[in-house]
């Protein structure tokens, strides 16, 4: 088909901890695809040690999310500096949440990246997809341009991995499962995208549903076990029981599986009882652990960000799943407005009531507004964390990243304007402090000396 040598490059994600345990499905789709139409394809992940990208390419296409940009342009920019023939792509999450942020014109994007030639959004599943893209990518081979999103049409198409390029980072000493001693082979799998809330501070591009063929989706379940003995699946769905129809449909086509799920959901089965249902189901073919995004314990915040659920609501919810001896995983984000003491104590009295109610993992992240979601695009609200013009820095992104124990970071997202910055530390304290009281932080992070 492509008579060059393609690139395809996963950037490398400093700041996780354990980034290989998570395959990236989006890129090794793409991969697979690519092969599967006779382009000359190979997938690098720069997310291990020692991954060099040759200079022999004659197109690099990269696929990153935002916080991954800043390696993204400096690998394109040294690959255009000593092969300034190749062509440079991109596509993925950062790309289509972009696109999907009111404050980018086609011309900022340009701008922005200056050693990416092709931009490309939306979702490739199907050969005739990638045929069509190579067939565009290369038809305006001398012009940098935006590849408008590719609606997705009928069902979301679970694609048969390669598994050539899944297989090494299948993990089996997982933190992703409870019983680490058995070492399940886990893998990440996505069976519906999108989610129809509105969050403020999320960054999802897709608000309509795409759900699989249930039918479809198990006959690929069964071919990796059957190929590679995968025992277990991390569910990259938004909310698993976002549609009440198809989950049932999927739990009653996985009965005797014999597979392990963690999975996520929203905190409102104490409203949408037949949820309640389901995850008892769920349980009983195998679902191990379930995460669910709380963000804050403030009703004024949780308003605030649209999340449209009391903490009323998400205690109840938690409870339900405590009840049913669900292993739960809380994600809470610090920085929401507004930051005050009223907020802050609710914050931490909500982390000793997750300790009382089992909840194993509490994980709390620090805002970073990330395009496509509406906090980015109203950040004046915010201190001048996001530079707009060059979004985001590369040590920036390393230097403030921080995930669960990581929180003990003494940088700043975004500093609410309602606040002084002395005021957002002391009472970033008082949360750490509460995690740490709690057992939630974890050793890396104190061990770092990161928490004052
Ligand atoms: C699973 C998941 C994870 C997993 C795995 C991540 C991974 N690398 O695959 C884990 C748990 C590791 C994770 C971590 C994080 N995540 Co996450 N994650 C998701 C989630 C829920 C699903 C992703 C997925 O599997 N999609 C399905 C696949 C098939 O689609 P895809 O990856 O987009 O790929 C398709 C297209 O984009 C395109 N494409 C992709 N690459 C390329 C390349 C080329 C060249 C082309 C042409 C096309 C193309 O084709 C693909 C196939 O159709 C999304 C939400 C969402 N619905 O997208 C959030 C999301 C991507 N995550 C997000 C965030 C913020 C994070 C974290 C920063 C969270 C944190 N605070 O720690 C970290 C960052 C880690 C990282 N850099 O990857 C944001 C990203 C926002 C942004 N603008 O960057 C999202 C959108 C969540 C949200 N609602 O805000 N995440
Ligand atoms: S944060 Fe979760 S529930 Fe809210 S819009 Fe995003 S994916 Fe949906």
Sequence with gaps: MLSVKVYLIQPPIKYLENPCSNQPVGIIQIYTLLKAIGVDVTFLDCRKDETYVPFDGGMYMFSASSLEMGYVDKIASIMKEHNPKARTVLGGIHVNSLLKSRIWSDKNIIDEHPDIDVFVG????????????????????????????????????????????????????????????????????????????????????????????????????????????????????????????????????????????????????????????????????????????????????????????????????????????????????????????????????????????????LNVTQLVPFPGSDIYDKCDRYCGYVNRVRYPDNEYTWNHSCFVGQFGEQYIHCLPRDITQENYIKLRTKVLTSLKDAGYLRKEAEEDRRIK
């Design 122 to 361: 939306g979702y490739y599943q199907s050969e005739e997809d990638v045929k069509s893209l190579m067939d565009c990518v290369c038809h305006h081979n001398n012009k940098r341009i935006i590849i408008k999103p590719l609606t997705i049409k009928g069902d979301f198409n679970i694609v048969p991995l390669d598994f050539r390029c899944l297989k090494y980072n299948m993990t089996t000493d997982s933190k992703l499962m409870r019983n680490e001693a058995e070492g399940y082979k886990a893998q990440n799998i996505t069976m519906n995208l999108g989610c129809p809330q509105n969050c403020s501070f999320c960054a999802n591009p897709c608000r309509k549903i795409y759900k699989s063929n249930v039918e479809k989706l198990i006959v690929e379940m069964i071919r990796r076990k059957n190929l590679y003995d995968v025992k277990a699946f991390k569910i990259n769905d938004d909310d698993i029981l976002v549609n009440e129809k198809w989950i049932n449909e999927f739990l009653d086509q996985a009965v005797g599986l014999d597979f392990k799920y963690i999975a996520s959901t929203r905190a409102d089965l104490s409203i949408q009882k037949w949820k309640t249902d389901a995850i008892k189901k769920f349980q009983a073919i195998g679902l191990e652990k379930i995460g669910i995004g709380v963000e804050s314990a403030s009703n004024e915040v949780l308003k605030n960000i649209n999340k449209k659920l009391t903490i009323e609501n998400i205690k109840e919810s938690i409870s339900i799943l405590s009840n049913h001896d669900i292993e739960i995983m809380v994600y809470m984000i610090y920085g929401l407005m507004p930051l005050n003491d009223k907020t802050v104590n609710e914050f931490c009295d909500f982390i000793y009531w997750c300790k009382d109610k089992n909840v194993s993992i």
